[in-house]
């Protein structure tokens, strides 16, 4: 487990900006799925990992409060941490929105690595989002741009799914093709790992803390009514 002092490496790109630090050691490197918070004083934030390059973690931050919009050079980083995607099958789906392209695009970089096929549909609010697709070692199949949404792009006939993005995304996919797929979910997080219970969902089993039980769910496990008011 990680819990050290890195520099970052920035590079923005307007919506969204691309931050390394590394290499760390072969024990502390992640799974698909998993995450690593970042604190500064008092502020700590949860950042999925996107690739790695020779043991440098790779993460895409979306600009959206004043810690994303102006990341610190230096940041405390403790982690990996949270329940990563499952061993996946051949021609799996993979489904990202916005800053859920982060996990999906681990998990694309894995199975390239396998040799197993799978169709990457992601979706944008912006064209000049598009940008980031520059920096990925992957790309999607598809992408989409609002207003089509990247739900537009599904095949008719459900496949098997792993996604991440917006819940209203989530929700789209849920309803278009059903449980047969995994989600991780994105929520705010305090500790990161499972003391503070301020990151709860409701599923199926009661309610559970995203950073330990999640933030990867079977969709079929999760109660979407109650998740997406
Ligand atoms: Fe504290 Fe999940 S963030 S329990």
Request: hydrophobic share 40%; charged share 20%.
């Amino acid at each position: 487990m990680l819990n050290e002092t890195f520099k970052l490496e920035k590079t923005d790109l307007g919506h969204y900006v691309v931050v390394s630090f590394g290499p760390v050691a072969e024990e502390n490197l992640p799974q698909p799925g998993q995450f690593y918070m970042f604190y500064k004083e008092y502020v700590k934030k949860p950042f999925s990992v996107a690739f790695l390059k020779e043991n440098r973690l790779f993460f895409i931050i979306k600009k959206v409060g004043p810690f994303t919009s102006s990341i610190p050079d230096e940041v405390r980083v403790e982690g990996p941490y949270g329940k990563p995607f499952p061993a996946v099958v051949t021609n799996t789906f993979l489904i990202s929105g916005g800053a859920g392209i982060a996990p999906i695009c681990f998990l694309a970089e894995k199975l390239t690595e396998q040799n197993l096929p799978f169709t990457w549909l992601h979706g944008e609010s912006k064209a000049e989002n598009l940008t980031l697709l520059d920096y990925l070692p992957v790309k999607p199949n598809k992408v989409s741009v609002e207003p089509t949404l990247v739900t537009d792009l599904l095949p008719k006939e459900a496949q098997f799914y792993c996604a991440c993005g917006p819940k209203p995304m989530l929700k789209g996919l849920h309803s278009k093709w059903g449980t047969n797929g995994f989600v991780s979910l994105e929520e705010r997080m305090s500790c990161g790992f499972g003391a503070c219970y301020g990151c709860v969902i409701p599923t199926t089993s009661g309610y559970q803390r995203v950073c330990k039980e999640g933030p990867v769910f079977e969709a079929g496990e999760l109660l979407w009514q109650e998740l997406c008011v």
